[in-house]
């Protein structure tokens, strides 16, 4: 069974920076043609996509957050790590990580972790 | 404004088909798989459909894809009152080198 989990701080400050880490489970990260994708929801809003790493080490960034984004995975432990700088309030969401494929299918998705941003 | 457009609403009977549009243009949609993802209230998105129009397994046939130039459709027959959700379209932009979401469609099972 394919399993991913969130985690991560619940509360940050505006201006920190934020790690959230993906655990993964039932695939490896090292398997060709697989990856890991992060996308946000703040609440009552639309999906956003915000980034995903393949197991090549191939990484994209949302266009308008990619300044702010760093992706990584190390496969010995399964985990991928998004890291997001200088946060603010607007940034407040549930975080998702999925396994992705490279149709960029999204498939499945972790449960997810609310993150909130305020001082 | 997602680059995908959706319907923001879709309402039918129990019973019933609906059809949501996801239109995009030639550097996505145009030229790239598309995939739709159903979201229950209070849960994590689901794949309901890829590669346009394939079903994962499990998947029930009341739901189906198509694509048809820079646009595709969700069809889902035998409206329930459990396919109440949010569904969003998905695809890669080969301009943007990103991913995609369109903005989202609440079905509302009347």
């Known amino acids: 069974q394919v399993t991913l989990k969130e985690s991560g701080p619940v509360l940050v400050k505006p201006t920190e920076t934020l790690t959230l880490t993906c655990t993964v489970s039932g695939f490896s990260l090292s398997n060709a043609r697989m990856g890991v994708s992060w996308i946000r929801q703040p609440p009552g809003k639309a999906l956003e996509w915000l980034a995903h790493i393949f197991s090549n080490d191939e990484k994209s960034y949302s266009t308008s957050l990619k300044s702010r984004l760093t992706i990584s995975k190390d496969t010995s432990k399964s985990q991928v790590v998004l890291t997001m700088t200088n946060m603010d309030p607007v940034d407040t969401a549930t975080y998702y990580c999925?396994?992705?494929?490279?149709?960029?299918?999204?498939?499945?998705w972790g449960q997810g972790t609310l993150v909130t941003v305020s001082s | 404004q997602s680059v995908l457009t959706q319907p923001p609403s879709v309402s039918a009977a129990p019973g019933q088909k609906v059809t949501i549009s996801c239109s995009g243009s030639s550097s996505n949609i145009g030229n790239n798989y598309v995939s739709w993802y159903q979201q229950l209230p209070g849960t994590a998105p689901k794949l309901l459909i890829y590669?346009?129009?394939k079903r994962p397994s499990g998947i029930p046939d009341r739901f189906s894809g198509s694509k048809s130039g820079t646009s595709a459709t969700l069809g889902i027959t035998g409206l329930q009152t459990g396919d109440e959700a949010d569904y969003y379209c998905g695809t890669w932009d080969s301009s943007l080198s990103a991913d995609l979401f369109g903005g989202g469609t609440k079905l509302t099972v009347l």
């Open positions: 999925a396994r992705t494929y490279y149709d960029f299918s999204l498939d499945p």
């Open positions: 590669d346009n129009n």
